[in-house]
Structure formats: C-alpha cells, structure tokens
C-alpha cells in the first residue's frame, strides 16, 4: 500500500491569507486526489491531480480558489487561497493504487 | 452520479458486543466497496473491502456483507474493542472513477 506523508499537520491561518499543502508519496502515482472534510461530516472531493495537466476539478470547487500543483508522479500540493473561516476543514490528499484508496493523515486548517 | 447513504451515524455499544454499520448505494455499476476508519486527528484507513463478485468478506473481527441485488453492505464488528471507537466511512466506486463515500458512524465502545 502507498504511504502518504502530508504537512502541514495542522494550522492557524488568518483570514485573506492563503496556505499550501504538501502530499509526498513512497511511490509513483499517476493520480492524486485532494478531498475536503468539513467538521463532523463525509469526503467531499475537492479535484483531481494528473501530472503534466491541469486538475479537474469537482462542482463547486474553482482553480483560483484551489490552485493544485502536480510537478511529478510522488508530489502535489493544494493552496487554499484567500482564506475565510468557512474554509476550516480537515484537507485530504489521497492516491489510488491498483484501485485502492489510500489517505494522508490530513492537514487540519483553522482560519480565525 | 452515485449516492451512497450510511446509517447510523452515531452507535454506542458495550465492550464485547457486535456493531453493524450499513450503507445503501445508488449506482449498480458500482462494483468495489471499501470500509474506512477514521480515528481523531488522523486520515481515514482502509480496514475492509470487498468487491461485486464476492457476498462477503472476513478479516478477524471485521467482517463485509454485500448484497448487489439490494445495493446495500454492511460493516460487521464483533467482541468490540475500547480501540474500536473511531468514525467509520463506507464507500463506492466503480473502476476508473471516484470514490463515493458514506456520511460517516461515529462509533463509541464503551468500557
């Protein structure tokens, strides 16, 4: 199984600001995917990343607010930009492998 | 798209007793169901899958049921653990395509 290593762990941002998020995996991927967890509730899928083109991104979510970077096959990043305090989530990076769903431990955001 | 509707979504029960979670599914081309645990501070875990060629799947405590003609599985726990109590996340995809995932069970095992 793909290990997934992302940081920031957590945060305290405030708001207007904007915040990157780091996804490494142990292994070569051609998809990573970066969901959103709002407090006390499911997965919501924020976009998917390919390597070499531009993310697709889900209903809802827009590149200017979510810009995803995808630099190789083990490496992403999600900023959350312009911050408000609807933004405070838990955020996922996730990859496939033969199927499988794997997470990261998520990064816990909190914008005051 | 697919829709996939979990319940309960909060169960208590006794050290030693079973827990069953149940999940419903929209989308019959779905064909591959995967069960996560999600313990605080941390990101959801794979702990159980099962796929639509199989009825039912086991690992030790934990066990899957799935029903294609119903469109509904279901999380299995017996002889619960105090280590048990997690939030728990069911999910749907069909090959190629995202996940779907449940609105979680928050699972407490009390002592």
């Known amino acids: 199984s793909a290990v997934i290593s992302q940081k920031p762990s957590r945060d305290i941002c405030q708001r207007g600001t904007s915040l990157t998020i780091q996804c490494q995996v142990d292994s070569q991927v051609t998809m990573m995917f970066w969901y959103r967890q709002q407090p006390g509730q499911s997965l919501t899928l924020i976009a998917t990343?390919?390597?070499?083109?531009?993310?697709?991104?889900e209903s809802g979510f827009v590149i200017d607010k979510f810009p995803i970077s995808r630099p190789n096959l083990t490496f992403s990043t999600l900023t959350v930009s312009n911050m408000s305090p609807e933004d405070s989530s838990i955020y996922l990076c996730?990859?496939?492998?033969?199927?499988?769903?794997?997470f990261g431990q998520g990064t816990r955001l909190t914008v005051v | 798209g697919e829709n996939v509707e979990q319940h309960p979504s909060t169960l208590s029960v006794q050290e030693g007793d079973s827990a069953v979670i149940k999940c419903t599914y929209s989308d019959s081309a779905s064909n591959y169901f995967p069960w996560y645990k999600q313990e605080l501070g941390k990101g959801p875990q794979l702990i159980i899958d099962?796929?639509?060629?199989?009825g039912e799947k086991k690992d030790q405590r934990i066990a899957v049921t799935l029903n294609k003609t119903a469109k509904h599985f279901s999380l299995h726990i017996t002889e619960t653990q105090p280590e048990d109590s997690a939030v728990y996340f069911c999910a749907a995809s069909k090959a190629g395509n995202q996940f779907y995932f449940g609105t979680g069970t928050s699972l407490t095992v009390i002592p």
């Open positions: 990343a390919n390597q070499g083109s531009e993310a697709t991104y």
């Open positions: 099962i796929r639509s060629n199989v």
């Open positions: 996730s990859v496939e492998d033969w199927g499988v769903a794997f």
